[in-house]
């Protein structure tokens, strides 16, 4: 019989039982605790340090943990396990903040509702479940058929005249009650497939006022939803007014792999599958309990889930075997699901709530892709569009309402902290904005929170690296000069760096420094991204000046800025008004179809109509990847102007 110890958790002062052959990771999984791991607990991240306080462990030195914090209590908690009871403290830099999770964006330009005026203001009201109001006369001797033959009589009469109408045996075994508390006036809630009419729920009295829905985007870092009311014949106003509390989540799966390899590489570990199945579940009714409580309403008022998200997310989510998504061919098991209970999934809704999830593309062109153009109505125009969703990987969509080719570039993690040596998520303290003095080359920074710095996020990465090239500190490689008149330019251990902030002034008491090889990190990612977009273009026949609008979705977006991602060649040199910032377009998606169910059939239409270019295949990705390899690229010509500030440094 193992021995079992407890482990406490500071500073959220969580204690949570442990065995000896369990590491601190798999412990602060089980308890809730977040601890920042990238690789599914292989020790080959080194993201997941903690600080042993009290207590014995089993651990080795490790090459990811200097000596001096060997000594001072640091240990991987993935390579750690308990050997008594331990006081385990998590680090700043181990640590999440949701808040940052409803964080204002700093880009004025970013809109969640970009062209839906015109596409989707006057969207009408029909959800995929419904609900109808009956008046039943009660029975006598003259007229006493059964309870149910008394209500179907009623659809009749509204005019369901030719539609089979059938239910479950559920609802079946209430309809005696639930007509007799309502004295004989009640609400179903119904789904029309085809002429076919099934009623899924009965309700005493009217409750046609009290209709709503849940969209839910599930993304590889974040689950973000929101409570939309579904009544009405028509959107009192644009769609989001029918938005009735938002709220967002870091799922729960981090801590089992930072991007959707290493999640799929842990599922097909024993119970893998069903564990991250059932942590992505956790994280969602995390959400929606936060809804619920936003909002004050009865949760068996809800009727349906609309779900978006990536092929391996979805996969995840409905506990199917994502492996030979990774592997050549690179085939999903399904691209389309059938509704189901969202009981069923694990959710916590009434039975007759319907989950309905987004169609997918692609090994890695999921529902949230399909979602986000929908939500951009892209293909509801002639101007050519490019749709890009940017985050582990790179998403791409070129086309209008006549085609679209769809293209996915493994980005990598760079712009969420991953491969950066002190690269972070946007979470409290980290860096998010810096600008470089011309004459000095002394940096301002912005933290989140306007707290003590204790990283680097995706944005401050952009901003640092085109500063470092406009203040000449970089050449076009990403190699620092060597005699750059700058102290803050210097070799490291083993390479040379640019000191962004002293440790006197961080929260980790370390040194944030941004070094070559997180540069070349960088620009790989950007390489990825551009060579992606330029190869959809290609394929086309066009260049970037066809295209009318450049649409940039998700998080990313918020916090971007324009001229810096310009400067070092992730986006393209257009005019900054042919650029739009919509937001969390999958969840926007999923609202909009939570609103109109005839939407899904546009959803799986986009789906339909989608060509997907694999790049593993493609020679020409490979040569503008290389031809990217550059800041901002090796043909100045894209880059016209910021080819002509670069030759005055």
């Known amino acids: 019989m193992e021995t079992v110890f407890k482990v406490r958790f500071l500073p959220l002062d969580i204690t949570f039982p442990a065995d000896e052959s369990q590491s601190i990771l798999d412990v602060a999984m089980r ?26 462990v089993k651990s080795t030195e490790h090459p990811k943990v200097s000596a001096e914090d060997y000594e001072g209590g640091t240990r991987l908690a993935c390579q750690t396990m308990p050997a008594s009871d331990l006081v385990v403290e998590i680090p700043l830099e181990s640590q999440i903040d949701k808040n940052v999770l409803k964080k204002t964006s700093i880009n004025s330009r970013v809109s969640d509702d970009y062209r839906q005026e015109g596409a989707f203001g006057e969207l009408k009201v029909r959800p995929l479940v419904r609900k109808g109001y009956a008046e039943m006369s009660p029975p006598n001797m003259a007229d006493n058929v059964s309870d149910w033959s008394r209500l179907l009589r009623v659809f009749r009469e509204k005019g369901a005249r030719d539609n089979p109408i059938t239910t479950s045996l559920e609802v079946l075994r209430g309809v005696g009650r639930v007509v007799r508390d309502g004295q004989w006036k009640v609400t179903a809630s119904y789904v029309v497939n085809g002429k076919n009419v099934e009623v899924v729920a009965l309700e005493a009295g009217d409750t046609t006022e009290t209709a709503f829905a849940v969209a839910i985007d599930i993304g590889t870092t974040t689950v973000c939803g929101r409570l939309v009311a579904i009544k009405g014949s028509r959107c009192s106003g644009h769609p989001a007014s029918h938005v009735v509390a938002e709220s967002a989540d870091y799922n729960g799966q981090i801590s089992y792999g930072e991007d959707v390899i290493s999640r799929i590489m842990f599922s097909r570990k024993k119970g893998g599958l069903r564990k991250l199945q059932g942590i992505v579940t956790a994280t969602i009714n995390g959400v929606l309990r936060d809804l619920l409580s936003q909002s004050g309403i009865d949760p068996r008022s809800i009727s349906q889930i609309i779900v978006a998200g990536n092929t391996v997310m979805t996969h995840l989510f409905l506990g199917i075997d994502p492996t030979y998504i990774m592997l050549a061919p690179y085939t999903p098991t399904a691209v389309t699901f059938p509704a189901c209970s969202a009981r069923s999934l694990g959710i916590e809704l009434p039975e007759t709530a319907r989950a309905y999830l987004l169609p997918c593309v692609a090994s890695y062109i999921g529902g949230d892709i399909v979602s986000g153009v929908l939500a951009s109505a892209m293909t509801r125009h002639e101007e050519l569009s490019l749709f890009m969703d940017i985050g582990t990987n790179g998403e791409i969509v070129l086309g209008n309402k006549e085609w679209l080719l769809s293209v996915s570039c493994s980005a990598g993690p760079a712009f969420e902290g991953g491969g950066i040596q002190f690269g972070v998520r946007a979470t409290s303290g980290a860096i998010e904005q810096v600008k ?193 390899m550059f800041l901002p690229h090796t043909n100045d010509s894209f880059f016209p102007s910021v080819r002509e500030r670069l030759r005055s440094v």
């Not at 308890?31 to 014995?56: D, F, I, P, Q």
């Not at 944005?459 to 008149?485: M, N």
């Open 436 to 628: 470089i003095h011309p004459a000095t080359f002394e940096p301002m920074i912005l933290t989140i929170g306007k707290a003590k710095p204790l990283g680097i996020c995706g944005s401050g990465l952009i901003d640092l690296a085109a500063g470092l090239l406009e203040a000449g500190l970089i050449d076009q490689k990403g190699r620092f000069i060597r005699d750059a008149a700058t102290r803050r330019v210097r070799e490291g251990d083993g390479c040379w760096e640019y000191l962004v902030c002293e440790a006197e002034d961080t929260s980790i008491d370390k040194d944030i420094v941004i070094t070559e090889i997180d540069l070349d990190n960088l620009i790989r990612t950007k390489a990825a991204i551009f060579a992606g977009c330029k190869v959809l273009l290609d394929s086309a026949g066009l260049t970037f000046n066809d295209v009318r609008y450049f649409i940039i979705a998700g998080g990313f977006g918020h916090y971007i800025d324009l001229q810096k991602a310009k400067t070092i060649g992730l986006l393209p040199e257009l005019s900054d008004d042919t650029f739009r910032f919509i937001g969390n377009s999958s969840l926007t998606g999923a609202h909009l179809i939570s609103l109109d169910g005839k939407l899904l059939d546009e959803a799986q239409k986009i789906a339909g109509m989608m060509t997907n270019v694999e790049l593993s295949n493609n020679p020409g990705f490979m040569e503008e990847f290389t031809a990217a």
């Open 31 to 56: 308890a809730g605790v977040h601890v920042n791991a990238s690789c599914s607990g292989n020790g080959v991240c080194g993201k997941c340090r903690v600080r042993v306080l009290e207590g014995t």
